[in-house]
């Protein structure tokens, strides 16, 4: 049969305004999160990341928000540019315990459109 | 350019047919992580690699294998390919912690005819 494609959220802005992306994560056991930026063509870019022992931290022109109790990050993007166009996935692992984080679990994605 | 390298960069085979994708990580990262991102799964882990040895599985067909050598890099190979199988395929590096982000290639598009 015919295969349908994974149909991922939108969000459509323009220049300028500010933009927030939305992730929910599944496993109450991750502690570490990232965000990753998609350009069509290419691998996932490191926009920014979070650790579970923090609520918020900030970079240039973006924000992260964790909000553990429901399972929730927030990517905020200030003054979204054109440029900013791309997939936007969240990304979940864990230490288990141990030293170092293992294999990340990425959502599905969020396909942002900046208009000029 | 991020550090890692994939080659190549687009593949075409027939089905039946098996491809090796190669990988190497940025410089002091001892960890290699295989993705698959197709148009209808998003991207899917496959295998993990730390220093020469197998530290995960995902949900990593049979017919698919990876193994790093003692230089680090790591290769994917993909045999008895199906239509199914054509996707893009990623590898990632980290340095031993993890924190600060996994590197990732640029990928390399698999289309199976």
């Known amino acids: 049969g015919e295969s349908v494609g994974l149909h991922l959220p939108t969000l459509s802005v323009q220049e300028g305004d500010n933009s927030i992306i939305n992730c929910a994560y599944s496993?109450?056991?991750?502690?570490?999160f990232i965000w990753y930026k998609q350009e069509s063509g290419k691998g996932p870019q490191f926009i920014i990341d979070i650790r579970s022992n923090m609520d918020k931290r900030q970079g240039q022109r973006v924000t992260v928000l964790l909000n553990k109790t429901v399972k929730h990050l927030s990517l905020q993007i200030a003054a979204t540019q054109p440029g900013d166009s791309a997939v936007y996935f969240c990304?979940?692992?864990?230490?288990?315990?141990?030293?170092?984080?293992?294999?990340?679990?990425f959502g599905q994605g969020t396909i942002l459109t900046v208009h000029p | 350019d991020s550090g890692v390298t994939q080659t190549p960069k687009h593949l075409i085979t027939a089905t039946g047919q098996r491809v090796t994708l190669r990988c190497s990580p940025r410089?002091?990262?001892?960890?290699v992580y295989w993705y698959q991102q197709s148009l209808d799964q998003g991207l899917q882990f496959l295998i993990q690699y730390y220093n020469g040895e197998e530290r995960a599985k995902g949900n990593i067909l049979e017919r698919f294998s990876a193994q790093q050598f003692p230089d680090l890099h790591s290769e994917l190979n993909l045999s008895s390919l199906e239509l199914g199988d054509s996707a893009l395929y990623f590898c990632?590096?980290?340095?031993?912690?993890?924190?600060?982000?996994?590197?990732f290639g640029s990928g390399t598009r698999l289309t199976v005819v």
């Open positions: 990632a590096s980290s340095e031993v912690s993890g924190i600060g982000g996994y590197t």
């Open positions: 496993n109450s056991a991750s502690d570490y």
């Open positions: 990304a979940e692992t864990s230490n288990a315990g141990g030293t170092s984080y293992g294999k990340l679990t």
């Open positions: 410089s002091g990262d001892l960890s």
